[in-house]
């Protein structure tokens, strides 16, 4: 009941300005795979590497309180998510299918993925929307779609208990491309990054350098 009351709470605030299909809330419409809309949609993402400048607002929901950071995104399809966050301070995190990697200093440290299930949950997530494969994405949550005049919205519910114990919903938003991801904890707590200066293209050899650990 707290997980669905959650996705309702999100649905409203995602699509504050953005009408639903057929009047329908996103989370009352769940994904058709033969839906054209969303054939257009996938078919954006076409597998290539992405990079973005990002904004990402954390909400602490018990205390009331935002903190903002900002900085890279860099995609690679098949291999994760390289997050390099220049503001307030420089760091790096390397989320992959399974091993998650941060900065200290000048060397990277391999983080426990059990007790970073959230950001690992997010990272295959979005890897999995734009590399085009939604079928690693229905392995772990149910998927629900909408769209009105070029404008859409996908939702990811957590089927796995595991992730279910701490993700209640990530919803990704996107026009042309992409525009932001929100997750919300089951804790309350959610996330929220925006995104600008997409671009699909090769990695230049730095770039590719961050997965190569």
Do not use: H
């Amino acid at each position: 009941m707290k997980r669905l009351f959650v996705c309702a709470i999100l649905a409203m605030s995602v699509l504050t300005g953005l009408a639903a299909a057929d009047g329908a809330g996103l989370f009352d419409s769940p994904l058709d795979r033969s839906d054209e809309r969303f054939i257009r949609v996938e078919e954006t993402f076409t597998g290539d590497p992405i990079v973005a400048d990002y904004v990402q607002t954390r909400t602490i929901g018990r205390l009331g309180r935002s903190l903002e950071s900002s900085g890279r995104m860099i995609v690679r399809p098949g291999y994760g998510i390289a997050w390099q966050t220049m503001k307030p301070y420089a760091s790096l995190m390397v989320v992959g299918r399974s091993t998650m990697f941060q900065q200290v200093g000048t060397r990277m440290v391999q983080m426990d993925v059990s007790g970073n299930l959230v950001y690992l949950a997010m990272a295959q997530a979005i890897e999995s929307v734009f590399s085009g494969d939604f079928s690693q994405v229905d392995t772990v949550f149910d998927a629900f779609f909408i769209e009105n005049d070029g404008k859409w919205v996908i939702g990811l519910v957590p089927v796995d208990e595991t992730i279910a114990s701490f993700v209640g919903s990530i919803t990704i938003t996107g026009d042309r491309t992409l525009e932001s991801v929100t997750m919300v904890e089951t804790s309350g707590d959610s996330i929220l990054y925006e995104f600008a200066d997409v671009e699909m293209r090769e990695l230049e050899s730095d770039e590719n350098a961050l997965f190569e650990i």
